[in-house]
């Protein structure tokens, strides 16, 4: 099982240079775990940097994968590993989730970089 934070998803969508690290969890849709906060940040970006036609778009190839809501179990979790780990609710939410279907994560946030059960490839620089 895979989840791919929000990075992720916003660099294989605009073809970025670290695009080819998240093609293979995100083409199995079988195996990709969906939290809905990176539909909720990749809906976001997504609608301020193109249009929400785009963002609609995006969504609905994020929703082929196994999308997971915050429930209240999830984000007691979450709050507890945004303390342990000094990450923000977004991120502790995504590792709470991946954690709770023993998924490995794909990433290109720094606040993954230490995490165990994380896949983090640094952000390559703009041209």
Request: charged share 25%; hydrophobic share 45%; net charge negative.
């Amino acid at each position: 099982m895979n989840v791919v934070d929000s990075s992720g998803w916003l660099e294989y969508f605009a073809d970025g240079p670290n695009a080819r690290y998240f093609s293979k969890p995100l083409l199995d849709a079988s195996g990709l775990i969906v939290p809905t906060i990176t539909i909720y940040e990749v809906f976001k970006v997504v609608l301020r940097e193109k249009d929400e036609g785009a963002a609609i778009r995006a969504i609905a190839l994020m929703r082929q994968g196994t999308v997971v809501d915050l429930d209240q179990d999830l984000t007691i979790q979450a709050a507890k590993l945004s303390m342990d780990y000094k990450v923000p609710m977004a991120d502790s939410i995504i590792i709470a989730t991946a954690r709770r279907y023993d998924a490995t994560i794909w990433t290109q946030d720094e606040d993954f970089e230490r995490l165990s059960g994380a896949n983090y490839f640094k952000k390559a620089a703009k041209h």
